[in-house]
T-cell receptor
C-alpha cells in the first residue's frame, strides 16, 4: 500500500542548516508537500513540489526530490528557534487523491 | 492565501454527551472537506471526506454513526461526535482543497482539542 516514512527527531543548533528526509512508495504521486505543525496548532503548508521537478527553493527552504529513489528532503537554511516544530511530509495519492502523511519529524533547535 | 477556521478550538465534555465541531472555508468555497484525527505525537489519520450536498465517505474502521458529518453549504462542514467517551479525546483537524490558486493543495484548520471526561 501507499506509505510515507520519516525519521522522528532531529536536533540542530541555531544558525545551522536542518535537513529532514522522507521516503514514499507511490511512484505516481503528482504532488509532494511539507507541512509544519507548532504545538497545539493545525498544519501550515510550508512548500510543495510537483513530481516533474527535482528541486524547489523558497527563501530559506529548499526541497529536493529524487523520483528514482522516491526520496524527498526539506532543507532549512540558517535554522532559527522559531523553526522548532513537527514537520510532516505528505504525498497526494494517485489512486484516491487523498493526502498520505508521514509520522512527522520533530525539529529541535538549540540556541 | 486560503483560510480555514474551526470552532471551537477546544472543548471539554462529559462522557455520553455529543459535541459538534465546525469547519469553515473563509475566503473560498469547498465542495469537499476532509476530517482528520491526531493522537499525541502521532500523524494525522483521515477519518472521512465531507461532500457538499451528499453523504460523507468514511475511511475503513471509522464509525459513521459515531462521527456524524454534515456538509450543508459550500463553506461549512460539521463533525458531531455522538455519545462521546474518553477514548474519543483527541485533536480533530479539518482541511479543504485550495481552489483557483494553481497549487492543488490542502489548507488546514487550526484544529479542535476534544477532551472527554
Amino acid at each position: 500500500g501507499e506509505d510515507v516514512e520519516q525519521s522522528l527527531f532531529l536536533s540542530v543548533r541555531e544558525g545551522d542548516s536542518s535537513v529532514i528526509n522522507c521516503t514514499y512508495t507511490d511512484s505516481s504521486s503528482t504532488y509532494l508537500y511539507w507541512y509544519k505543525q507548532e504545538p497545539g496548532a493545525g498544519l501550515q503548508l510550508l512548500t510543495y513540489i510537483f513530481s516533474n521537478m527535482d528541486m524547489k527553493q523558497d527563501q530559506r527552504l529548499t526541497v529536493l526530490l529524487n523520483k528514482k529513489d522516491k526520496h524527498l528532503s526539506l532543507r532549512i537554511a540558517d535554522t532559527q528557534t522559531g523553526d522548532s516544530a513537527i514537520y510532516f511530509c505528505a504525498e497526494k495519492s494517485s489512486n484516491t487523491g487523498k493526502l498520505i502523511f508521514g509520522q512527522g519529524t520533530t525539529l529541535q533547535v538549540k540556541p | 492565501g486560503a483560510v480555514v477556521s474551526q470552532h471551537p478550538s477546544w472543548v471539554i465534555c462529559k462522557s455520553g454527551t455529543s459535541v459538534k465541531i465546525e469547519c469553515r472555508s473563509l475566503d473560498f468555497q469547498a465542495t469537499t472537506m476532509f476530517w482528520y484525527r491526531q493522537f499525541p505525537k502521532q500523524s494525522l489519520m483521515l477519518m472521512a471526506t465531507s461532500n457538499e450536498g451528499s453523504k460523507a465517505t468514511y475511511e475503513q474502521g471509522v464509525e459513521k454513526d459515531k462521527f456524524l458529518i454534515n456538509h450543508a453549504s459550500l463553506t461549512l462542514s460539521t463533525l458531531t461526535v455522538t455519545s462521546a467517551h474518553p477514548e474519543d479525546s483527541s485533536f480533530y483537524i479539518c482541511s479543504a482543497p485550495g481552489l483557483a490558486i494553481g497549487t492543488d493543495t490542502q489548507y488546514f484548520g487550526p484544529g479542535t482539542r476534544l477532551t472527554v471526561l
